[in-house]
């Protein structure tokens, strides 16, 4: 199982960005799925998350930044409007995912994508 991040770049403020996540390789099942970022010198934090109906995230991207998925293509989506400099950051996807019956659930992560907020 293979996630698989794009859709980074450098962007103005105001700007906006859309990131992706496929997720490959044979699951049986997968669970929550979500997007965290890492700015330099900073831990690595929770922007967004999704599971089954529900959408939950930080305050600090509220009312800007909208989580979705497709689960026909086991890909989930960050729409990301009205960025800032703050913003910048590596994004990484994460996904909960049960590859057989017989496996545990267990948490995937992309490799990163790195968004850049500036003029």
């Known amino acids: 199982v293979q996630l698989q991040a794009s859709g980074g770049g450098l962007v103005q403020p105001g700007g906006s960005l859309r990131l992706s996540c496929a997720v490959s390789?044979?699951?049986?099942?997968?669970?929550?799925m979500a997007w965290y970022r890492q700015a330099p010198g900073k831990q690595r934090e929770l922007v967004a998350a999704?599971?089954?109906?529900?959408?939950n995230y930080a305050d600090s991207v509220k009312g800007r930044f909208t989580i979705s998925r497709d689960n026909a293509k086991n890909t989930v989506y960050l729409q990301m409007n009205s960025l800032k400099p703050e913003d910048t950051a590596v994004h990484y996807c994460?996904?909960?995912?049960?590859?057989?019956?017989?496996?545990?659930?267990?948490?995937?992560w992309g490799q990163g994508t790195l968004v850049t907020v500036s003029s």
């Open positions: 390789g044979s699951t049986f099942s997968t669970n929550g």
């Open positions: 999704i599971s089954g109906g529900s959408t």
């Open positions: 994460n996904a909960n995912i049960r590859r057989s019956m017989a496996d545990w659930s267990r948490d995937y």
